[in-house]
């Protein structure tokens, strides 16, 4: 199935969008780990965490532990320069698509372009994919009826994992022909 010029775009900075949200949150995952590593290593905690209770201690160390390990396993660090780096290839696909021109041969090596990028994604997330196509759709100006409705929390949980992607509300066919 040929995809044509505007949808291969759409395409494009959907992933753009989608990887630099994933950047962004293993970055900050990162970046909180690191500085709740520097409180809780530093000698004025200890002396704070001196004044109370034993069960007070050890939760903000057990906290500092599990996110470091966290980051560790999940090799936060490394996600998030494969996020950076396949954002950046997308970028560049989209700016060599808008050089070359709307046409059906762009198009189709755009396509191939586009998915040899796609091979180096690790698994979608979902419930975020569907969060970033409702935001390009919304910077797009396509109207809201073309929209999925996420529920709030699966919006809050996107970041970390799918939950219940099979109950986001789609559009129905005949709702997005009648928007249109």
Same mark, same amino acid.
């Given at each position: 199935?040929?995809?044509? $010029?505007?949808?291969?775009?759409?395409?494009?900075?959907?992933?753009?969008?989608?990887?630099?949200?994933?950047? /962004?949150?293993?970055?900050?995952?990162?970046?909180? &780990?690191?500085?709740?590593?520097?409180?809780?290593?530093?000698?004025?905690?200890?002396?704070?965490? #001196?004044?109370?209770?034993?069960?007070?201690?050890?939760?903000?160390?057990?906290?500092?532990?599990?996110?470091? =390990?966290?980051?560790?396993? $999940?090799?936060?660090? =490394?996600?998030? =320069?494969?996020?950076?780096?396949?954002?950046?290839?997308?970028?560049?696909?989209?700016?060599?698509? /808008? !050089?070359?021109?709307?046409?059906?041969? &762009?198009?189709?090596?755009?396509?191939?372009?586009?998915? /040899?990028? !796609?091979?180096? !994604?690790?698994?979608?997330?979902?419930?975020?994919?569907?969060?970033?196509?409702?935001?390009?759709?919304?910077?797009?100006?396509?109207?809201? #009826?073309?929209? =999925?409705?996420?529920?709030?929390?699966?919006?809050?949980?996107?970041?970390?994992?799918?939950?219940?992607?099979?109950?986001?509300?789609?559009?129905?066919?005949?709702?997005?022909?009648?928007?249109?």
């Amino acid at each position: 199935m040929a995809v044509g $010029y505007n949808e291969l775009l759409f395409s494009v900075r959907l992933s753009v969008r989608y990887h630099e949200r994933r950047q /962004r949150f293993m970055a900050n995952v990162l970046n909180f &780990t690191l500085w709740w590593s520097l409180v809780m290593g530093s000698a004025s905690t200890a002396a704070i965490l #001196g004044a109370v209770s034993d069960l007070w201690k050890v939760l903000p160390v057990l906290l500092l532990t599990v996110l470091s =390990a966290g980051c560790l396993a $999940y090799g936060v660090r =490394a996600r998030a =320069a494969l996020h950076d780096d396949l954002r950046r290839r997308f970028i560049a696909l989209e700016a060599e698509l /808008r !050089e070359k021109g709307e046409s059906h041969e &762009t198009a189709q090596q755009g396509e191939i372009d586009r998915l /040899r990028i !796609e091979l180096d !994604e690790p698994p979608i997330l979902r419930v975020l994919a569907c969060i970033c196509h409702n935001a390009e759709s919304r910077s797009m100006g396509i109207p809201s #009826g073309e929209w =999925a409705r996420i529920s709030p929390v699966q919006r809050f949980l996107s970041p970390f994992f799918d939950w219940r992607p099979n109950t986001i509300k789609l559009p129905e066919a005949s709702e997005a022909e009648a928007a249109a």
